[in-house]
């Protein structure tokens, strides 16, 4: 499931504690790191006197890695066996039976599908494994013609996904997916609730970029996240306090190749078939939901700048997006600053990266 995400990374010196002792009230914050979807999670624990009876630290390690192990086996394109991998192959046009989150995982991409008309589609899986996206990573330029071929199996009008009992059904036998748009926003979901039912209460959790914050940090104040300017100079232009909120960054300032001087982008439009050709560089979506925030900025991605603002308009969703060239870039937000508690001075750069304290 892997997705290259810009904007929201974390500080350098985050360490992993594996050792097996109980938390107390003298651990003011404990953190975890460890790999998974492809790239990395990273959480911030904090602990106040008002917090009791709380698991170890190696319990904690054990039901995150056993929860992403689990989310993986059902929704990663790169393990053969997975519940995706096994749906991708099926040639069939009768109902699937997956698991109850790879149902509501997909139920959403298809309700986001819905809402933006195509923007997000999850079977553009073929288009994104051509152009070099994929796991192959052969970066090769398909001809118009190639291009319609392969349209013909795809369209997310051709999946169709019941909750209950949890199944998929393609009306094209050979349409195939990708989660990758929105699986790990919800993975951060789903260890946010898991550390809630564990006791904690304040806590900050992200896997690749995709952020989701509860209560406050080790200072008692809303969590500081940096968003990085997309200027292939890894400044850090803005940062936004938050607390309750999930946050996902989409880009294409990094995920490209060039060819015979022209640059394409690792967002594929669903309509065209193509790298999208628009100014849009980054997007950060906020949302009570970091799986509708991760899905939402890949589908704004799709948009573009003009497209996006008349629907977060219409749609009351908080984003801030860049968008232009490196020499006339331009920033645009519907966050309300006062509310939001978006700083605009320059946040301080930490060994060149975003950072969230």
Same mark, same amino acid.
């Given at each position: 499931?892997?997705?290259?995400?810009?904007?929201?990374?974390?500080?350098?010196?985050?360490?992993?504690?594996?050792?097996?002792?109980?938390?107390?009230?003298?651990?003011?914050?404990?953190?975890?790191?460890?790999?998974?979807?492809?790239?990395?999670?990273?959480?911030?624990?904090?602990?106040?006197?008002?917090?009791?009876?709380?698991?170890?630290?190696?319990?904690?390690?054990?039901?995150?890695?056993?929860?992403?192990?689990?989310?993986?086996?059902?929704?990663?394109?790169?393990?053969?066996?997975?519940?995706?991998?096994?749906?991708?192959?099926?040639?069939?046009?009768?109902?699937?039976?997956?698991?109850?989150?790879?149902?509501?995982?997909?139920?959403?991409?298809?309700?986001?599908?819905?809402?933006?008309?195509?923007?997000?589609?999850?079977?553009?899986?073929?288009?994104?494994?051509?152009?070099?996206?994929?796991?192959?990573?052969?970066?090769?330029?398909?001809?118009?013609?190639?291009?319609?071929?392969?349209?013909?199996?795809?369209?997310?009008?051709?999946?169709?996904?019941?909750?209950?009992?949890?199944?998929?059904?393609?009306?094209?036998?050979?349409?195939?997916?990708?989660?990758?748009?929105?699986?790990?926003?919800?993975?951060?979901?789903?260890?946010?609730?898991?550390?809630?039912?564990?006791?904690?209460?304040?806590?900050? &959790?992200?896997?690749?970029?995709?952020?989701?914050?509860?209560?406050?940090?080790?200072?008692?104040?809303?969590?500081?996240?940096?968003?990085?300017?997309?200027?292939?100079?890894?400044?850090?232009?803005?940062?936004?306090?938050?607390?309750?909120?999930?946050?996902?960054?989409?880009?294409?300032?990094?995920?490209?190749? &060039?060819?015979?001087?022209?640059?394409?982008?690792?967002?594929?439009?669903? &309509?065209?078939?193509?790298?999208?050709?628009?100014?849009?560089?980054?997007?950060?979506?906020?949302?009570?939901?970091?799986?509708?925030?991760?899905?939402?900025?890949?589908?704004?991605?799709?948009?573009?700048?003009?497209?996006?603002?008349?629907?977060?308009?219409?749609?009351?969703?908080?984003?801030?997006?860049?968008?232009?060239?490196?020499?006339?870039?331009?920033?645009?937000?519907?966050?309300?600053?006062?509310?939001?508690?978006?700083?605009?001075?320059?946040?301080?750069?930490?060994?060149?990266?975003?950072?969230?304290?």
């Amino acid at each position: 499931m892997l997705k290259k995400r810009q904007g929201l990374f974390l500080l350098a010196t985050v360490l992993l504690l594996l050792v097996s002792c109980n938390i107390s009230s003298n651990d003011k914050v404990v953190r975890f790191q460890g790999a998974t979807m492809g790239t990395r999670y990273h959480i911030n624990l904090v602990v106040t006197p008002r917090d009791k009876s709380l698991p170890s630290k190696a319990r904690i390690k054990d039901t995150i890695d056993g929860l992403l192990l689990s989310l993986n086996q059902q929704m990663s394109t790169y393990i053969a066996d997975s519940e995706i991998s096994r749906f991708n192959q099926y040639k069939k046009t009768d109902w699937f039976p997956v698991s109850r989150d790879f149902a509501l995982v997909a139920s959403a991409a298809q309700g986001v599908s819905q809402a933006s008309k195509g923007a997000l589609d999850i079977t553009i899986a073929p288009l994104i494994e051509r152009w070099g996206f994929g796991a192959k990573a052969q970066f090769e330029i398909p001809d118009a013609v190639e291009i319609k071929a392969i349209q013909k199996n795809t369209g997310f009008t051709k999946l169709a996904v019941r909750e209950n009992p949890p199944a998929l059904k393609k009306s094209n036998k050979n349409i195939q997916i990708d989660l990758s748009a929105i699986a790990k926003g919800f993975a951060v979901d789903k260890i946010i609730q898991a550390l809630q039912a564990m006791g904690f209460s304040n806590a900050l &959790v992200e896997i690749g970029g995709e952020i989701r914050n509860i209560g406050f940090n080790q200072q008692g104040k809303p969590w500081r996240i940096g968003i990085e300017t997309p200027d292939h100079a890894t400044t850090v232009s803005d940062s936004l306090l938050t607390s309750n909120t999930s946050l996902a960054t989409s880009g294409n300032y990094r995920n490209f190749f &060039v060819k015979d001087g022209v640059s394409y982008s690792h967002t594929i439009s669903p &309509v065209t078939g193509s790298p999208v050709k628009h100014g849009m560089r980054s997007i950060t979506v906020m949302h009570d939901s970091a799986m509708l925030a991760d899905a939402y900025a890949t589908a704004f991605m799709v948009m573009g700048p003009e497209k996006t603002k008349q629907f977060v308009r219409q749609n009351q969703i908080r984003v801030s997006f860049y968008y232009g060239s490196d020499s006339k870039l331009k920033h645009w937000q519907s966050i309300d600053k006062t509310k939001e508690k978006w700083l605009g001075e320059k946040c301080q750069k930490v060994g060149g990266c975003t950072y969230f304290e």
